[in-house]
Nanobody, 126 residues
Framework: QVQLVESGGSLVHAGGSLRLSCAAS????????VGWFRQAPGKAREFVAS????????SYGNSVKGRFTISRDNAMNMLYLQMNALKPEDTALYSC???????????????????WGQGTQVTVSS
C-alpha cells in the first residue's frame, strides 16, 4: 500500500511559478512509474506529466509542455512538479499517482495508475 501526500499548491498570479511536491510512503517508490494529473471543477481529469522509475524519461500533456517539469528523488521518496508561466487555465486540483507495478514506461492513461494522493489546489488569477 502506497500513501501519497501532495503539497505546494497555492494562489498565484498568471505568469508566476509554483513547485508541487508529492511525498510517498509505504512502498518501493523507486520502482514505480509516477505521474501528475489535474482536475478542474466540471472538467474531466487531465494528464499533466509522467516520469519513469529511473527518472530519465518523461512525458507531458500538450497543454503544459515547455512550461512544466516533472522530476523525482528516489532517495527521498519524493516527486516534484515545477510549474512556470502559469495561466488561469492551469487552475485545478493537482494529484500525484503511482502506476501499477507492471507499468514499466511513462503513461498518460489514468487507468495505468493505482495509488492516488488527495491533491493540492492550484489557483491562477488573471
Amino acid at each position: 500500500q502506497v500513501q501519497l501526500v501532495e503539497s505546494g499548491g497555492s494562489l498565484v498570479h498568471a505568469g508566476g511559478s509554483l513547485r508541487l511536491s508529492c511525498a510517498a510512503s509505504g512502498g518501493n517508490f523507486g520502482t514505480y512509474v509516477v505521474g501528475w494529473f489535474r482536475q478542474a471543477p466540471g472538467k474531466a481529469r487531465e494528464f499533466v506529466a509522467s516520469i519513469n522509475s529511473k527518472g530519465d524519461a518523461t512525458s507531458y500533456g500538450n497543454s503544459v509542455k515547455g512550461r512544466f517539469t516533472i522530476s523525482r528523488d528516489n532517495a527521498m521518496n519524493m516527486l516534484y512538479l515545477q510549474m512556470n508561466a502559469l495561466k488561469p487555465e492551469d487552475t485545478a486540483l493537482y494529484s500525484c499517482a503511482t502506476a501499477h507495478y507492471f507499468v514499466r514506461w511513462v503513461s498518460s492513461s489514468a487507468s495505468d495508475y493505482s495509488y492516488w494522493g488527495q491533491g493540492t489546489q492550484v489557483t491562477v488569477s488573471s
